[in-house]
């Protein structure tokens, strides 16, 4: 596919993502309002209004509901799509597990939200990272702009026959949900020719072909379907940056499963997903200019781990923060802090690394926080000490 | 039956051959047998209605048994035949030939 022109829009994130749905037409969309998610849903109920879409969309009574019907929409051979946040996240729970374990390649967008109480409605990562053994394809937005773009991706990534299994893409919520950023929508036609049409491997409809889905699987096949499914996300680490880059022929925007940011011959580095990777942008080209050798690592994939090319990108550094924006009560620190220890200590290295946990509950990330960050990096090389490993950046004492 | 490895089966669980229940030895469940008296059985059908594991074993519109590689020993034919003609036995009372 030839490189497209794309149109120039400000738009927040929720409303992209619509954009991109309006553009996607799935066969089913059902969806419960939660906020910071509404918009997005609330807009695409409007394209269906306006006939602008095909959809049929289900308002159902609670977000268990939604998943199910996903699954219903998706086994009987349909392109299913929701969106959620938080609380509407655990209320799926059960259902996420049905889903990727049916191998049905649902799309979701998820908009953070942390997890009550105290009641908040703000952005952290609790509920997707919490949804992390869940089975599904984790991709994470920096921008608006990816928003859009892992949106369309990951329907791609779900639909790919050595993949079959649903994937969600996370964008911070009100930071990229209801901020204005500029970006660039796809010709419709474009988008549609992208995503192709979706031919089910089977279907609860083919009359041809019967099939049985979800029947009881006992001590004697249960724990090969799990084998297969892991063997399902070891593909998926070729098929993310494959799609990303047919993606980039198209749109000049190419994707991979992580990427670093003057990385390569930097010294002291972090370790960041979803918005604030931009804020550490900005702190690392700071540092840059006075002299430090700072860099970052985006992580866009978080399942599957691309664990062999992390532990190459961070093996030879000085010192590593991985920011972590969600918190696993009484463990040795915090998902992405397990992923890349467990990366690097399994490819033979072991720099100096530690864990700050950030912006829960909506909490603002800022330049002097990340700056800090690095600060603290500098100081563990200068001084060879790692100290406490488990750090929280932004919380009053 | 063999049971096969990760690579061989259909993903998610999913049963792509219609019919093959019969493949699922059920019979290996059962902890009481069914013994059909033919002195006093009047070939009414009853059982064979009821039967959920269609084990019943009809031919020539005459009952002649029972097929215990799937009957799983519910004892419903049991409970629903008008004659009394069935009996639960313990499966470990058959195998000693008591
Ligand atoms: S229900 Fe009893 S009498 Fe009727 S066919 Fe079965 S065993 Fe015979
Ligand atoms: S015991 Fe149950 S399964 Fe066995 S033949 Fe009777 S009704 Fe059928």
Redesign the pocket.
């Known amino acids: 596919m030839a490189k497209v022109m794309g149109k120039p829009v400000a738009l927040n994130g929720d409303r992209a993502v619509a954009e991109a749905m309006r553009q996607m037409n799935p066969d089913v969309v059902a969806a419960y309002p939660i906020t910071p998610q509404t918009e997005i849903v609330m807009r695409f109920s409007e394209f269906v209004a306006n006939g602008e879409v095909d959809t049929e969309f289900i308002p159902v009574e609670s977000e268990h509901a939604a998943m199910s019907a996903c699954v219903g929409a998706c086994a009987a051979g349909g392109r299913a799509q929701t969106a959620t946040s938080g609380a509407g996240l655990a209320f799926m729970w059960e259902v996420l597990w049905v889903a990727s374990g049916t191998r049905l390649p649902i799309v979701m967008h998820m908009v953070n939200r942390s997890f009550s109480a105290p009641l908040n409605i703000l952005c952290d990562h609790s509920d997707s990272m919490g949804a992390r053994d869940a089975g599904w394809v984790q991709l994470y937005d920096e921008t608006v702009q990816e928003a859009y773009d892992n949106a369309i991706q990951s329907v791609r990534i779900a639909e790919h026959p050595d993949v079959m299994l649903p994937t969600l893409h996370a964008l911070d919520g009100f930071i990229l949900g209801h901020n204005l950023e500029r970006l660039e929508l796809l010709p419709d036609e474009a988008v549609k020719q992208f995503i192709g049409t979706y031919k089910p491997m089977y279907s609860l409809l083919d009359l041809d072909r019967p099939v049985t889905y979800g029947p009881m699987d006992y001590h004697d096949y249960f724990f090969e379907h799990k084998r297969q499914q892991v063997a399902a996300m070891e593909r998926a680490l070729e098929v993310v940056p494959l799609i990303g880059e047919e993606y980039g022929r198209l749109t000049g925007r190419y994707y991979g499963l992580m990427e670093g940011y003057r990385l390569e011959d930097a010294e002291l580095a972090t370790v960041v997903l979803g918005s604030t990777v931009g804020t550490t942008r900005v702190v690392v080209d700071e540092l840059r200019d006075q002299g430090v050798k700072a860099g970052l690592l985006k992580i866009r994939c978080f399942r599957p781990f691309p664990a062999a090319m992390v532990a190459e990108a961070l093996g030879d550094k000085k010192a590593i923060a991985v920011l972590d924006r969600s918190l696993s009560f009484g463990g040795q620190g915090n998902p992405l802090f397990f992923e890349v220890c467990t990366a690097l200590f399994s490819h033979g290295f072991s720099p100096k690394v530690v864990n700050y946990v950030y912006g829960l509950g909506g909490r603002d990330t800022v330049p002097a926080q990340i700056r800090q960050v690095y600060h603290e990096l500098i100081k563990i090389d200068r001084e060879g000490v790692t100290g406490p490993t488990l750090r929280y950046l932004g919380v009053r004492e | 039956m063999e049971l096969k490895g990760w690579r061989e089966i259909p993903i998610g669980g999913l049963i792509i051959d219609a019919g093959n229940s019969v493949n699922y030895e059920t019979g290996s469940w059962r902890s009481l047998r069914?013994v059909i008296d033919m002195e006093r059985c009047s070939h009414c059908m009853i059982?064979w209605i009821?039967?959920?594991?269609s084990?019943?074993l009809v031919e020539n519109e005459k009952v002649i048994g029972?097929d215990l590689a799937h009957?799983?020993?519910?004892?419903?034919?049991?409970r629903e035949c008008p004659r009394k003609a069935?009996s639960m036995v313990e499966e470990t009372l058959v195998e000693e030939g008591v």
């Not at chain 2, 009821?50 to 594991?53: F, K």
């Not at chain 2, 009957?71 to 049991?78: L, Q, S």
């Open positions: 069914p059982c009821y039967c959920p594991d084990s019943i029972i009957c799983k020993g519910c004892g419903i034919c049991e069935v």
